[in-house]
């Protein structure tokens, strides 16, 4: 009997792994450096100085991110490796949806200097919530009240909360009265929650006007949690995005479900890497160093 054919599915960071040097790439992604550069976001030039305090800006975070992600993507695809399904972490579907061919790195990247230029400024925070499961940190968030709410699903026991300040002081101390721990994290607002609403009804004209194709491989939508196909559903996903829970446990059980045997991270860290080796082993989750130096192939 033959051995099952390798299937591979690209995963896209969002905006926690900032890059930490500038991947060679062709030319014409030059240009995309270059409208970042026209948005007064020198980012080729920061990520070179290693200036972490202008990069942690949210709206320069995403882009860098962004621009970042596509370039190693091209780099992957210039070495053969090519996708057979591809899914983002929040920010990461933007390269994702460039990946599968539904936007272009262009317009992409429009939309997200805008979104992070809109994403800034709104007052409240995030943090991790380890040792409880997503039921129980659902409830915790109820009995605060509505200035919490959950943020991202990313593991088994491993739940982002998003909310106010005395919100998440308040849902600190009921997480440690069960047992829990929170660990706040280092971002600019509270993001995948209803306080992101005016950020993302100001993006969504935006996302309407700008072009979708059909998707050339499944993108597996972390608003949905599932294989997407549709281009119109895949515009309303990502306009309901801002404010959503990222359902990334259910993101890697529909990549299962589509056969993906092997997941290669495609940024400069190892976040999802992480998550996935945490939360399945039906699926190879590899970084992209690993990648390039060769383990596609272990």
């Not at 995963?11 to 030059?30: H, W």
């Not at 070179?48 to 992600?69: C, H, K, N, Y």
């Not at 309901?240 to 991270?265: F, H, K, N």
Request: glycine share 10%; proline share 7%.
């Amino acid at each position: 009997m033959e051995p099952m054919a390798q299937r591979t599915a690209f995963l896209y960071p969002g905006q926690g792994t900032l890059p930490r040097e500038v991947i060679p790439a062709p030319a014409d992604f030059e240009t995309l450096y270059g409208r970042a550069a026209e948005a007064g976001l020198s980012l080729r030039e920061w990520i070179v100085e290693g200036d972490t305090e202008r990069l942690t800006r949210t709206d320069a975070a995403q882009p860098a991110i962004f621009l970042d992600s596509v370039v190693r993507t091209a780099v992957l695809k210039a070495a053969g490796v090519v996708p057979e399904a591809v899914a983002g972490h929040s920010l990461g579907e933007y390269p994702a949806l460039v990946a599968a061919g539904v936007l272009s790195a262009d317009a992409a990247l429009r939309l997200v200097l805008r979104r992070g230029a809109l994403m800034c400024g709104i007052p409240g925070g995030m943090a991790a919530v380890v040792r409880l499961d997503l039921e129980a940190v659902r409830a915790l968030c109820r009995e605060v009240g509505p200035e919490v709410h959950v943020a991202n699903h990313n593991g088994p026991t491993q739940v982002v909360v998003s909310g106010s300040d005395v919100g998440l002081e308040a849902l600190a101390k009921a997480v440690a009265s069960r047992g829990g721990q929170t660990l706040p994290l280092r971002v600019s607002g509270p993001f995948h929650s209803p306080f992101m609403r005016p950020a993302e009804d100001a993006l969504a004209p935006e996302i309407a006007r700008t072009p979708f194709a059909a998707p050339r491989v499944p993108i597996v939508s972390s608003v949905s949690g599932a294989a997407e196909h549709d281009t119109a559903r895949l515009r309303a996903l990502l306009a309901t995005q801002i404010t959503s829970c990222v359902r990334w446990v259910d993101v890697l059980r529909a990549l299962g479900g589509l056969g993906i045997t092997l997941a290669v991270e495609v940024g400069p860290g190892n976040v999802l890497t992480n998550l996935g080796r945490r939360a399945t082993e039906r699926i190879r989750f590899v970084t992209y160093k690993e990648a390039v130096d060769g383990a596609l192939c272990g």
